[in-house]
Structure formats: C-alpha cells, structure tokens
C-alpha cells in the first residue's frame, strides 16, 4: 500500500477494508455506550451497568489494539526502513500514554 502522506504529517490514507474494520468496531461501541446509558436512565442494578461498562472497554481495548497493531505494520515500518528512527521514541511516547 502507498502511503504518500503517512504519519510524517500526522495523516495515514487507510484501505477501505481497514478503515470499514475500524468504523465497524467504532459503531458497535457507540451501540454499548448508547445501552449503558439506557440502562442508567432505567435505574438498572450498578452490578448489570458496570458489567457492560467492562464489555464497552474491552471494546475499546480492541479498537486500538487494532489500529495500533496496523500503524506498526504501516507508518512504523515504513520509516524505519527509511531511516527515520524517531518514529520509534514516537511509539514509544503513544503507547506510555496508552498505559496509564
């Protein structure tokens, strides 16, 4: 895959298969945040809203997990081929953040 503008300008063109996988995981997580909320505004048991709090997070969890996993294999990669190593204290940085 081409990828004239990549992370180098803070943009990344993504395939219509990888961009369709995220947005897929994106709605479905709008849909738990959407029936948390319904169910809040139900009086639903604490117990039942938090155990679908934790499902929407492992949603989460996935949807970068995935986008991370394919910006390792694209922008990543593609820099450190090309000799720009800084790409990696950038990661480095992304996933600290991540880990808080």
Do not use: W
Request: glycine content about 4%.
């Amino acid at each position: 895959m081409t990828m004239a503008k990549c992370c180098n300008t803070k943009t990344k063109k993504r395939t219509p298969e990888e961009y369709k996988k995220l947005v897929n995981r994106l709605n479905r997580i709008e849909g738990q945040i959407r029936g948390i909320r319904k169910m809040l505004e139900e009086d639903a048991y604490c117990p039942d809203i938090l155990i679908q709090a934790s499902a929407a997070n492992a949603a989460i969890n996935a949807f970068s997990k995935e986008l991370l996993s394919e910006h390792i294999k694209t922008c990543v990669a593609e820099d450190v081929r090309a000799g720009k190593d800084e790409v990696i204290d950038e990661l480095l940085v992304t996933l600290q953040k991540m880990m808080k």
